[in-house]
């Protein structure tokens, strides 16, 4: 049937991880080939020895940050600690929680979330509220979600 708009957008944001160094085979044909500029930038990496943390992520509309969670240190717990109500946020743990998944969407908004401790990536995405919002229209406002990574 495909999918929608604001569905393609986080679709997108996971298969941008997977370029260059992280390339799987799975997604981008040429994806191995891409230079190491062409990797998304990590907004925040933490670390074991900053654990619990509290990270501030800004995002304008439709846009992604991505976050590197520590390696390690056994099983970390996400959770959301404050978000902007104007937009819905997306935040999908890469790889997925299942084996052999790319990406697994997991709502904080319904409570926290165990990942394993193995260094995956958590990418937020800021979508607007209204799903016919045209996309044209987004503005340079930022908005801000709070996450919250404790192990």
Do not use: C
């Not at 509220?129 to 340079?140: E, G």
């Amino acid at each position: 049937m495909g999918s929608s708009y604001l569905e393609s957008v986080v679709e997108f944001a996971k298969w941008r991880y997977y370029v260059a160094s992280h390339d799987d085979g799975a997604h981008f044909e040429e994806g191995g080939t891409f230079p190491a500029e062409a990797e998304v930038a990590v907004e925040h990496a933490v670390s074991v020895s900053d654990l619990p943390a509290s990270i501030d992520v800004e995002v304008m509309a439709l846009g992604s940050s991505y976050v590197q969670l520590p390696s390690g240190g056994g099983p970390i717990t996400l959770a959301l600690e404050a978000s902007d109500p104007s937009v819905s946020w997306a935040v999908q743990v890469i790889p997925g929680l299942e084996p052999g998944a790319d990406g697994t969407v997991v709502d904080l908004a319904a409570g926290p979330v165990v990942v394993p401790g193995d260094g995956r990536v958590v990418v937020v995405t800021a979508l607007p509220i209204a799903p016919n919002d045209d996309p044209d229209q987004r503005t340079d406002e930022l908005f801000t979600m709070t996450l919250s990574i404790s192990g």
